[in-house]
């Protein structure tokens, strides 16, 4: 006999906010977190094709072997691992690893020089900013390249300083266009290869709106299921010119999680402290996510006007839920965290923009009282800030 479904799981992830980043298995992961009650929003990161089957990136490796290059740009270090994996399984692998050794190599990042350095192959340069932009700056003006007034953005004049000279570049889903057309107007014969596919959603870019989402402090908690989507995410971020802001707020608003080890290894390395659950499977994944959500990111404060309940991104008092403004529930939060304690005028001022004047602060106060049921549950410290009101034991 079929058990009847819990009542209460539809609202255990209720308020809550959960990113998505998998592509394979990504539809059974957002049902189970939808049924649960949580709002998802999906980016799928990459799909991989199966290293027998890329013949795209077979063809390319025989290229740049017979083409012996001049300079190899080497972007991820997955990118890398796996080129020389396709190489490894027909059979170039040597001849790969020979062809690029004689080359002049160059590296996006620290992690990238680290699958070329385990490879046995030695880099000469390291783009300052982790960038495509930064690194074919550094490829132009080690060739000779006039950059003065030139910009990344491919403007200016860069001279034809690659005349002549094999490039190869290793690619991953994001790179931008531009960068490979400095390298042509330069003069290179440039060959591309992209050992992996990132996948591009129809429409918008979900992707870059969903690490929008995160710097923003607008999810709870983002979830990975495979390090190369962690390293294609990261690596979008650092073309987006947003990293700093992304890890910042991975570290203090945003939490990660993953779906065992092996997946949360880049995120420790970025410095975050991600849930992994004890089985590596997707299910284990989904109930620690909802157990962490449900148990330990809900929180209750006992008001004159009743219960405070804080879940994910929304609040009740009493059992009766309210529409907040996010800038209402920053400040809401924070008055919250305080447990009735005196919160600055200037701590509040910084959550309403980084330039808020006290007359602006003022505003977004009244504002976030008049969604509430009573507007005399945030009190006003003369001078100092405002203070929630709670009942005293």
């Known amino acids: 006999m079929a058990q009847s479904p819990d009542p209460e799981l539809g609202t255990m992830l209720a308020g809550f906010r959960v990113g998505v980043t998998s592509h394979r298995r990504s539809q059974d992961l957002i049902e189970a977190l939808e049924r649960r009650g949580a709002e998802v929003m999906h980016a799928p990161v990459l799909t991989i094709a199966p290293v027998g089957q890329d013949l795209a990136v077979l063809d390319d490796t025989r290229l740049t072997i017979a083409s012996r290059p001049d300079l190899t740009i080497v972007t991820t270090a997955y990118g890398m691992r796996r080129w020389l994996e396709v190489a490894d399984a027909a059979g170039l692998g040597e001849d790969l690893q020979d062809a690029l050794g004689a080359s002049r190599i160059y590296v996006r990042g620290p992690k990238a020089r680290g699958a070329v350095r385990a490879a046995g192959l030695t880099d000469v340069g390291i783009s300052s900013d982790e960038t495509t932009a930064k690194l074919v700056d550094l490829v132009l003006h080690d060739a000779g390249g006039r950059l003065e007034g030139s910009g990344s953005d491919g403007s200016g004049l860069e001279g034809r300083v690659l ?40 429409g918008a870019d979900r992707l870059q709106g969903l690490i929008e989402a995160v710097c923003e402090g607008e999810l709870d908690v983002v979830t990975f299921t495979s390090a190369p989507a962690v390293d294609a995410f990261f690596s979008t971020a650092h073309e987006l010119g947003v990293y700093p802001r992304l890890i910042t707020a991975l570290r203090q608003r945003v939490a990660t999680a993953a ?110 009282r008049s969604a509430l049921p009573s507007a005399d549950l945030i009190q006003t410290v003369v001078k100092r800030g405002y203070r929630l009101r709670v009942n005293t034991p």
Not at 267 to 292: C, E, N, Q, S, Y
Not at 319 to 345: C, E, H, I, N, W
């Open 259 to 368: 779906v065992g080890p092996v997946t949360a290894a880049p995120l420790v390395a970025a410095g975050l402290r991600p849930w992994v659950p004890d089985r590596f499977r997707m299910g284990a994944l989904i109930k620690l996510v909802t157990d962490h959500l449900s148990l330990r990111q809900v929180a209750r404060l006992e008001t004159p006007e009743g219960v405070v309940e804080l879940r994910g991104r929304t609040m009740a008092i009493d059992g009766r839920s309210l529409q907040v403004a996010p800038t209402g529930m920053l400040l809401f939060k924070a008055l919250f965290d305080a447990g009735g304690a005196v919160v600055s005028r200037e701590t509040l001022a910084r959550l309403v923009s980084s330039s808020a004047s006290d007359h602006a602060l003022d505003m977004a106060v009244n504002r976030l």
């Open 163 to 202: 005349e002549g000279k094999r490039v190869v570049m290793q690619l991953h889903g994001y790179t931008d266009k531009v960068q490979l057309d400095r390298l042509r107007d330069a003069g290179a014969e440039l060959i591309t290869v992209t050992p992996y596919r990132w996948v591009r959603p129809e």
